[in-house]
């Protein structure tokens, strides 16, 4: 094979195309932007590089670019998230150079992204900001080439908001994140059931019963919220946001401090995009045979530095699941602190992907069509982009919604109508 890759077993591409196969029928929105850049190539002549979790549903994602005319690259976004059969047929079956190891460590996730970069990329992908920091940093001389960058996740997007603050930024980015059509569905109802999985997967314990904790109510930490209390757990919220506070406590959460919350919990999920929200205190204060893990973006969000410290005995008892001995008593982190969803399961279903990677889709040919126009700043996608991703959502799905009349119209845009 010509081309470039890194991938851990090539045999494994059957299996990977099979469910590339699958997700894809889940995907209808990100299908119809296929079909039409089939056919208009909006992308010609475009290398973008992507760093996102390699799964089935970025495979399809890939799949769209290329048929848009584009030249794709791929690496991991994470070290744990890779499905190495995907990555195999993505490889194997589509020609795409992917470089993504499932567990690979530090220094091969860089070596990756820097792999990806090696492809003097026009547009890139992110999902956490690692390829865009490494283009302001060390590899500063492909900056000149991109025309755009896009991002997929929050944690990302605040990163980049401070580099624009900084004005460190040196490319226009789509923060893709923002569209209602991503963070309203892949964060909330993606998340939620991805993080039960995972959790589920990796332990197989009773949700119903126990207290649930988690850390945050962003639109991450409402879906695992509601799914935590649809599997019959008692759901605690811990928050720093007064307003979120009170949005928890009047959807009904109790909400405390986490300091309170670890004298009762049984399970803990931080979904934050912050560091250090489950800190050793925390972790010495928690009940024997608590379960804590984490959702959001990097491994950041429990102290599992200062918890590797703490600890005088740590075993693997099933994958993703580590026993750690605290003077005495136990407790068990879920995928090594990293995000639980993909590290211990598949991530999001297909079919929250499927709005988000059509927006990614879709900012890749925004960039191509307002190349040298956009200033180095992070914007958000276009509303009737989002609005059309949602209507092609619903008709794929058979449902139908009323439009304004144009006396509705004429009455909303008037101030002279009263009582
Ligand atoms: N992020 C969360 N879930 C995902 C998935 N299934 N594929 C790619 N990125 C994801």
Not at 141 to 160: A, D
């Amino acid at each position: 094979m010509s081309i470039q890759y890194d991938v851990a077993d090539l045999s494994l591409a059957p299996q990977g195309e099979l469910k590339i196969e699958w997700a894809g029928q889940q995907m209808p929105v990100l299908a119809t932007i296929k079909n039409r850049f089939k056919k208009e190539k909006p992308l010609k002549g475009i290398t973008i590089a992507a760093c996102l979790h390699v799964t089935s549903e970025t495979a399809n994602l890939m799949l769209a670019l290329k048929e848009g005319g584009a030249s794709v690259v791929l690496c991991a976004s994470n070290p744990l998230s890779t499905q190495d059969m995907v990555a195999a047929s993505l490889v194997k079956d589509f020609g795409i150079p992917t470089f993504a190891v499932h567990g690979e460590n530090n220094k091969t996730y860089y070596q990756h992204l820097n792999q990806a970069l090696d492809f003097n990329p026009q547009i890139t992908m992110d999902d956490g900001g690692d390829l865009i920091s490494l283009l302001h940093t060390k590899r500063k001389n492909l900056i000149k080439n991109i025309i755009g960058s896009s991002e997929e996740t929050t944690t990302g997007v605040i990163r980049l908001k401070a580099m624009e603050k900084d004005k460190a930024l040196k490319v226009p980015v789509l923060a893709v994140n923002e569209s209602n059509t991503k963070h309203m569905f892949d964060n909330r109802y993606g998340t939620g059931q991805s993080t039960i999985d995972g959790i589920i997967r990796a332990t197989n314990i009773l949700l119903a019963g126990k207290t649930f904790v988690v850390g945050g109510y962003g639109w991450c930490g409402r879906g695992i919220a509601s799914r935590a209390r649809g599997m019959g757990a008692h759901v605690v919220v811990t928050e720093v946001d007064p307003v979120r506070a009170l949005e928890a406590l009047m959807d009904g959460f109790m909400v405390m401090k986490m300091d309170e919350a670890v004298k009762i919990g049984n399970i803990f999920v931080s979904a934050t995009g912050d560091k250090h929200v489950i800190t050793t205190t925390h972790l010495k204060k928690m009940k024997e045979g608590a379960v804590v893990a984490n959702s959001g973006h990097f491994d950041v969000e429990i102290d599992m530095a200062g918890l590797e410290k703490l600890a005088t005995k740590k075993r693997t008892l099933r994958p993703s699941l580590t026993e750690y001995t605290l003077s005495g008593k136990k407790v068990y982190v879920l995928g090594e602190g990293r995000l639980v969803n993909l590290a211990a399961a598949e991530g999001h279903p297909a079919e929250v992907m499927d709005m988000s990677f059509a927006n990614q889709a879709l900012a890749a040919e925004y960039f191509v069509d307002h190349k040298g126009k956009l200033d180095n700043k992070v914007y958000v996608l276009p509303k009737e982009l989002d609005n059309n991703v949602a209507s092609l959502k619903l008709k794929a799905m058979g449902v139908s919604y009323d439009r304004l009349t144009p006396e509705q119209k004429k009455y909303l845009s008037s101030w002279t109508e009263g009582t």
